[in-house]
């Protein structure tokens, strides 16, 4: 296999991981929203888990889809 | 050669301190949309609520997390030099933020019943959510330049500071949501 093939390869494999950890972030959204939605209409009152399913689902955006590590990471580092 | 390193280079350099502005405008946006959120809980409590129909939030929350993975999508390929996908990927995101726009001011606005001067809890949902609604647009007209200027060509896995910020930004407006849906939608019961 020439060096071009290997490359494109490297290239195939981390788009299909970057393809796999957005849709998994995806379902865990998913799935926590339809736990959001049934606990709010089964019982309103139940604010504490609301907001920590909340802080959950906004941590996995940030870090997975915002690239939060990002910022700090050195300059000429890029993925 | 040595003069592309060096542009390239400088690039990545200018790179880090776009990062580090468009963060620090996101955090300061944050403070306003905190300031909203922090408004509801003093305002209205933990028992209180607008009178809103709950599946219409459940489904635009739906539509606007799925248009995340798809602005997440777009940028990943622009990154590894898929321009199809991540044409496709931005315009995906763009006709879903418009369902979510049609779905909050199109609908949830025209079928609540109550108007903005209806007391606290009325005022709190259409300040929130038009507020919101106000970035969502912004965000469609910065995702439709990225489209436009995506299909001339103007970007390469190399160069696309533009597309990282609007997908930044895309995110953003999202997890503005994942708090304010459960602020407005959940918590708390509608007055009788």
């Known amino acids: 296999m020439d060096e071009k093939a290997v490359d494109e390869k490297v290239l195939e494999e981390k788009k299909l991981e970057a393809f796999r950890i957005g849709a998994g972030v995806l379902i865990l959204l998913a799935i926590m929203t339809i736990g959001e939605f049934w606990i709010g209409a089964v019982a309103s009152a139940w604010w504490a888990p609301l907001l920590a399913i909340a802080v959950l689902k906004a941590f996995f955006v940030m870090r997975d889809y915002m690239h939060l590590s990002r910022l700090f990471a050195p300059e000429e580092a890029e993925e | ?192």
């Open chain 2, 1 to 192: 050669m040595t003069t592309v390193t060096t542009a390239l280079a400088e690039y990545r350099r200018r790179l880090a301190t776009n990062r580090l502005g468009l963060w620090l405008f996101i955090l300061s946006d944050s403070f306003v949309f905190g300031g909203l959120y922090i408004s509801r809980f003093y305002l209205l409590g933990t028992q209180g609520r607008p009178d809103v129909n709950q599946f219409v939030g459940f489904v635009v929350t739906l539509v606007l997390l799925i248009s995340s993975f798809f602005m997440n999508r777009a940028e990943t390929a622009m990154a590894h030099g898929d321009r199809k996908t991540f044409l496709r990927g931005t315009l995906t995101t763009l006709i879903l933020g418009l369902v979510f726009l049609i779905g909050v001011l199109g609908v949830e606005w025209q079928i609540a019943p109550f108007g903005p001067g209806d007391g606290t809890a009325a005022s709190l949902f259409y300040t929130m959510t038009g507020f919101h609604a106000f970035h969502v647009l912004t965000g469609l007209i910065f995702l439709a330049v990225v489209y436009r200027n995506g299909r001339k060509g103007l970007y390469s896995p190399e160069r696309h500071w533009a597309v990282e910020a609007a997908a930044v930004y895309w995110h953003f407006i999202d997890v503005v949501w994942i708090f304010y849906y459960p602020a407005l939608y959940l918590i708390g019961r509608p007055p009788i």
